[in-house]
């Protein structure tokens, strides 16, 4: 059979085992070094609220915090809530950041700059 | 008119101003610090200040588009495995394109005030802890410092030498008591103090 990907799918290197952690979403158990990591940072309340709860706030200037979750989700979720894409073969090879789409304007495309493809986050090249 | 191109000498400068901006950006500092890309995680940050520099000085187009260069901040945070929802990828790329407006005009006002001015401190996200446990062993070393248990012998030595904050916390004891004479028997939620006996 053959190898979709070189490092099999997971980032295990000189070890035998990595211990499971759950999904954030689903709960399933996945290898830690399989699982797709991601740090969310987003605000406690959210923008609609923010002046809401500021003009009830007793505080003067009261900088609201944030809330810093690492996400882990196992293959199945993070390509069902699009955090990672199927990719053709050769691009699974692609191991640069993503790039997002580029929302081109009316005018001419930069002559200068190598045309951006539509490339989403790999899904574990 | 030729008002966007930066000058040789604006161009090191406005590098710099990137690099203060972007070091001054909680979020990417907190992912740097904390190691959210993995280890070359200050490697992919810096790369992210010269991705920044190229897209102000290598894109053709005349009008830059601050779409765009939000595109470059959310991949380059993308590369740090870090997804901000709070709003400030486009605080940081506007003041990235007030500042390029300025270096434009020769006007380096801005990049000296950032120059003189402390960052502010990084957010140091840890896992929560238990901290229940923590407080329980200042308050012990102060109160019980007679009594301390064998088994905790080490601990609150090393506490009340290494920690010089733990001599304020005398000080509220004394109010607790004050308050008793209200009527009211300040009872303290520290359970493992009547299990240590």
């Not at chain 1, 979709?4 to 000189?14: D, E, I, P, W, Y």
């Not at chain 2, 290494?162 to 520290?190: C, F, H, L, Y």
Request: glycine fraction near 6%; charged fraction near 30%.
């Amino acid at each position: 059979m053959t190898f979709k990907r070189r490092n099999g799918g997971r980032n295990k290197h000189g070890r035998g085992h990595v211990k499971f952690i759950r999904c954030s979403n689903c709960g399933k158990c996945c290898p830690k070094d399989k699982s797709i990591k991601r740090f969310l940072v987003r605000n406690i309340v959210e923008q609609a609220a923010v002046r809401d709860v500021q003009e009830a706030c007793v505080y003067d200037s009261y900088t609201l915090p944030k809330l810093y979750v690492k996400m882990q989700y196992c293959v199945s979720c993070a390509i069902h809530s699009h955090v990672v894409r199927v990719r053709s073969r050769t691009n699974r090879r692609n191991r640069d950041p993503p790039q997002r789409f580029i929302r081109r304007r009316d005018d001419t495309p930069k002559p200068g700059q190598a045309p951006r493809p539509g490339v989403a986050v790999p899904a574990r090249a | 008119m030729e008002t966007r191109r930066l000058t040789a000498e604006s161009t090191p400068v406005f590098q710099e101003g990137i690099g203060l901006i972007l070091s001054r950006w909680s979020a990417l500092t907190a992912a740097v610090e904390n190691e959210w890309g993995g280890r070359d995680s200050r490697v992919k940050a810096n790369l992210i200040c010269s991705d920044v520099l190229s897209f102000f000085t290598e894109s053709k187009a005349e009008p830059l588009y601050i779409d765009d260069l939000e595109n470059v901040l959310e991949e380059g945070l993308l590369s740090l495995n870090t997804v901000l929802e709070d709003g400030s990828i486009e605080e940081v790329a506007e003041k990235l394109m007030i500042m390029h407006e300025e270096c434009l005009e020769g006007n380096y006002q801005s990049i000296e005030k950032l120059r003189t001015t402390n960052p502010p401190p990084v957010a140091h996200v840890k896992p929560f802890t238990e901290d229940d446990e923590d407080e329980d062993d200042d308050e012990d070393d102060c109160m019980d410092a007679d009594n301390a248990t064998t088994m905790m012998e080490d601990v609150p030595n090393s506490r009340t030498s290494s920690n010089p904050a733990s001599m304020p916390i005398d000080e509220p004891k004394p109010s607790q008591a004050a308050e008793a004479e209200d009527g009211w028997t300040v009872v303290s939620s520290r359970r493992n103090k009547g299990g240590r006996n």
